[in-house]
T-cell receptor, first 114, second 113 residues
Framework: GNSVTQMEGPVTLSEEAFLTINCTYT??????LFWYVQYPGEGLQLLLK?????DKGSNKGFEATYRKETTSFHLEKGSVQVSDSAVYFC?????????????FGKGTRLHILP | DAGVIQSPRHEVTEMGQEVTLRCKPI?????LFWYRQTMMRGLELLIY????????DSGMPEDRFSAKMPNASFSTLKIQPSEPRDSAVYFC???????????FGPGTRLTVT
């Protein structure tokens, strides 16, 4: 079945550092890929998405490229801010599996120090 | 546009009491999902509906949990009787089409004492 594996946290960085959160997936079809962010005390919010190979999703300075050859969708940001402290979830959906569900990773907690 | 609305935001109840959580999805969305989030187990899908019909309830932990969606704009998740291990944040999410991105509500923090 489909699955998502993302790097375990917490990840602690200083402000303005470069961020990478790794995500790899297993899918039998051609899934859509997502990154969600959860700020303290809030629900998950869609951060960015990519629906086909080589697509790059981007939002708020974050980027992720759908790499079919490495089955990866790593999240990157060139210069993080304290306000980026949150939990980040990688996720996939694959309608060809006949399923409406989104499969979420376990989440990676990010701490940014001023 | 209003997002997904959940009520109540916080619920504190005693063991054995009935708890009802409510959700209003985004207008025009035809899929609705109930999740539970805890530190120990992370984010778990409990049940989801498509066009008001339950599609997969395999994540519902036990018979004490039930969910309904009587119309396109309202869903409930009921726990009866509640137990301390049910303490968690419960999220509702909706999506426009099957397997498209989901939009989450702010959650209901449930504490069962």
């Amino acid at each position: 079945g489909n699955s998502v594996t993302q790097m375990e946290g917490p990840v602690t960085l200083s402000e303005e550092a470069f961020l990478t959160i790794n995500c790899t997936y297993t899918a039998t079809g051609y899934p859509s890929l997502f990154w969600y962010v959860q700020y303290p005390g809030e629900g998950l919010q869609l951060l960015l998405k990519a629906t086909k190979a080589d697509d790059k999703g981007s939002n708020k300075g974050f980027e992720a490229t759908y790499r079919k050859e490495t089955t990866s969708f790593h999240l990157e940001k060139g210069s993080v801010q304290v306000s980026d402290s949150a939990v980040y979830f990688c996720a996939l959906s694959d309608l060809r599996e006949g399923d409406d569900k989104i499969i979420f990773g376990k989440g990676t907690r990010l701490h940014i120090l001023p | 546009d209003a997002g997904v609305i959940q009520s109540p935001r916080h619920e504190v109840t005693e063991m054995g009491q009935e708890v009802t959580l409510r959700c209003k999805p985004i207008s025009g969305h035809n899929s609705l999902f109930w999740y539970r989030q805890t530190m120990m187990r992370g984010l778990e899908l409990l049940i989801y509906f498509n066009n008001n019909v339950p599609i997969d309830d395999s994540g519902m932990p036990e018979d004490r949990f039930s969910a309904k969606m009587p119309n396109a704009s309202f869903s409930t998740l009921k726990i009866q009787p509640s137990e301390p291990r049910d303490s968690a944040v419960y999220f509702c999410a909706s999506s426009r089409d099957r397997a498209k991105e989901q939009y989450f509500g702010p959650g209901t923090r449930l504490t069962v004492t």
